[in-house]
């Protein structure tokens, strides 16, 4: 009696195709995303500014009969300011932590603004030194 066993393996050619083809496929898709993380902080920023610090600047304008001036700033949302107006009825923290943009820089608050009546919001964006990549809530 004879057993047969066959000898199931993967050849060096058919690891070579395996792998130049998973090289030339990651060659299509990297360039493809490298973009993608410059334009989600785009995102993370416009999200923050338009929703997150807006709630918490509004609740505080509830709770207070007024914004933050510049001067107190955003730290207003997150300790009570000690500066005048010294806000009667804080009710805060508003935000966990002092925010900051994607790029690790802290947002710009003045209020009253120069662009809107109640305050203006923005986040330097990439490049802190010119304001065409700035992310505002004027536009």
Do not use: C
């Amino acid at each position: 009696m004879k057993i047969h066993i066959e000898k199931n393996a993967f050849t060096l050619i058919e690891i070579m195709l395996v792998v130049i083809i998973i090289g030339a496929l990651a060659a299509m898709v990297i360039p493809r995303l490298s973009g993608r993380s410059e334009q989600a902080k785009i995102v993370v920023a416009k999200a923050d500014i338009e929703t997150l610090l807006a709630t918490a600047l509004k609740l505080y304008e509830l709770d207070n009969g007024g914004f933050p001036t510049t001067s107190q700033g955003l730290e207003a949302l997150v300790q009570k300011p000690s500066s005048s107006p010294i806000p009667v009825n804080w009710n805060g923290p508003y935000l966990e932590r002092k925010p900051v943009d994607p790029w690790g820089n802290p947002y710009i608050y003045e209020s009253p603004g120069q662009h809107r009546l109640d305050y203006d919001l923005y986040s330097s964006g990439k490049d802190s030194k010119s304001e065409s990549d700035n992310i505002d809530n004027w536009e």
